[in-house]
Structures are given as structure tokens and as C-alpha cells.
């Protein structure tokens, strides 16, 4: 992959991220401040940037989203074939919601 | 009580309906709204086109112990908190937000909803005086356990689980849903 073409698809996942995380939050605040795993604070932040901010902000060569198992358990749960069901996916989520949130420094 | 505003009775009422749809028993709703019981009994009635189960609620604490329903309800209660936590919500539409977002996770990954929402409320209730949440030692997880109990060195049912745990006939609605487009 040649470099052009990576910085097109790190901005066009940006810019997916970006809006749909602002079509989620209009929609329902508090479930997406749930599923995206933000403060509400940053929500609000996110809602209230226009076009052009988001345009502007999903052109940066690095990726905006950022991976939400930085630990070892949660990846080995989600990732898992276990022999008990889907229990490890319940369990994942119980960790999850047990993590801070992003937030604003 | 008498000059109460339309809107807020509105509100009421979109809450009784809600709670109707996701499940919720008689008594929720004349707990959690204003509007009298023969109000919502036809109200349940019009939504659901049948009458509400008559009897007392589970009240059993011990339910939300056993090794499945503690794992449901254990995720329902974390995702209470965190909207707790991290937004406005409060009291019964924390509860249904919460409810909801279980729900969505039970039919993500094909499982039965075995909290109903009767339960799920039973529980936010019981919260603080029989029931508590204790965080494990191995996973770090916030699970429901007793009051009493003595939680010093919890360790959940997922990271330890019984020996008999996930035998049960859990097998059974894939192979339902298997077998159905084949007949």
C-alpha cells in the first residue's frame, strides 16, 4: 500500500468515525455515550463541530479512534471460542463497563 | 394532586408504555408513574391486548445469585452505573436506557434475556441494602453479590465458574433455529 493511499483510508475512517459518532449522539445521547465509551462532555464537543471541523480534523495521518481492550483479558474475551456460549462476550462487556470513560484532560 | 398539567400526565403515560412494552408487571408501573391503577390496567390492556399477570413479584435476592442470572444481571446493573456516572439520567430511565442497552447485548450475541425487566427493576430496588456490587480479584469485574456476605476475596462466576455452569439446555434455541428452515 503506497502512502497516498493509506492517508486516504486513515481520513475516510476518520471522517466515517467522526460522523457516526455524532449521528449517535444526536440520536441518543446517553446510549452513545455508552457505546462509544466518551465522557458526556466530549460528546458535546463532538455534536457541536461543524462539517468543517470534521472534515478538518479527519485529514490528520493518524487515526482518530483509538482501541478500546488496552487490556489483555477483554481482547482474550472478545476474541475467544469458548466452550461456554457467548458468556465470554457478557463477560467483556462487564469489564467494558467497568472502564473509565475518554475523556477531556 | 387535582391540577396536574396535561404534559406531565403525557409524560407519564409514555413512561407507563414503555415499561409495558419492555415487559414490566402491574405493580412497576404504579410504583414508577402517578396515574391510578385502573388508568393502567387499561392502558396495559389497550398495549398488549391481554390482562397483566396478577400475583406477587419475584422477590427473591437469591435469584440475582446463581450463576447465570448473576452473570445477566451483574452486566445490567455495570451498565446502570455507568450511565450513572457518565450522563443525566437518573432513577426508572436509567433503569429502562439500562434494560435496553442488556437487551441490545442478549440479542448481539444470541442469548436468552433472562433478566426481565420485573427483575431488572427488583434489583436497582434491592441495590444498596441486600444487594451489592463487589469488584473480582481476578478479572476486576463489578458483580452483584450479598450484603452480608463477606467479599474480601471474591472471585466471580465467570473467572471461576462452577462445574455444572453452561450445561444446561443452552444449546437448545440455536438448534431450534436450526432445525426450523430445514422442516
Not at chain 2, 86 to 101: C, D, F, N, Q
Not at chain 2, 154 to 170: D, F
Request: charged share 20%.
Amino acid at each position: 500500500m503506497n502512502m497516498s493511499d493509506m492517508l486516504g483510508e486513515i481520513k475516510e475512517l476518520n471522517l466515517t468515525y467522526l460522523m457516526f459518532a455524532q449521528h449517535m449522539i444526536r440520536e441518543d445521547k446517553s446510549a452513545a455515550v455508552y457505546r462509544l465509551g466518551i465522557s458526556q462532555q466530549l460528546a458535546d464537543i463532538l455534536t457541536d463541530l461543524t462539517a468543517g471541523q470534521v472534515l478538518k480534523m479527519a485529514g490528520a495521518n493518524v487515526l482518530l479512534c483509538r482501541m478500546r481492550f488496552d487490556d489483555r483479558l477483554i481482547l482474550g474475551l472478545l476474541t475467544s471460542h469458548g466452550k461456554e456460549g457467548a458468556m465470554p462476550q457478557s463477560h467483556a462487556a462487564i469489564l467494558l463497563a467497568g472502564q473509565p470513560v475518554e475523556e477531556l484532560a | 394532586m387535582r391540577n396536574k398539567s396535561v404534559v406531565h400526565e403525557g409524560n407519564e403515560i409514555r413512561l407507563a408504555i414503555d415499561l409495558i412494552h419492555l415487559g414490566a408487571r402491574l405493580q412497576v408501573l404504579e410504583t414508577e408513574t402517578g396515574l391510578s391503577r385502573e388508568r393502567l390496567l387499561k392502558l396495559y390492556k389497550e398495549v398488549k391486548g391481554e390482562s397483566p399477570s396478577k400475583g406477587m413479584l419475584p422477590f427473591s435476592a437469591d435469584w440475582f445469585l446463581s450463576w447465570q442470572p448473576n452473570v445477566h444481571s451483574s452486566l445490567f446493573v455495570d451498565i446502570y452505573h455507568y450511565l450513572i456516572a457518565h450522563t443525566e439520567l437518573r432513577g426508572v430511565h436509567a433503569m429502562i436506557k439500562s434494560y435496553r442497552l442488556y437487551l441490545e447485548h442478549v440479542h448481539a450475541n444470541s442469548l436468552e434475556p433472562i433478566l426481565t425487566l420485573t427483575r431488572a427493576w427488583t434489583l436497582v430496588r434491592f441495590l444498596g441494602s441486600l444487594l451489592q456490587t463487589v469488584p473480582c480479584t481476578r478479572c476486576g469485574g463489578n458483580f452483584i453479590t450479598h450484603r452480608q456476605d463477606l467479599n474480601r476475596n471474591y472471585v466471580c462466576g465467570l473467572c471461576r465458574p462452577p462445574s455444572r455452569a453452561g450445561k444446561s439446555k443452552k444449546r437448545m434455541p440455536e438448534a431450534t433455529h436450526t432445525a426450523a428452515p430445514a422442516a
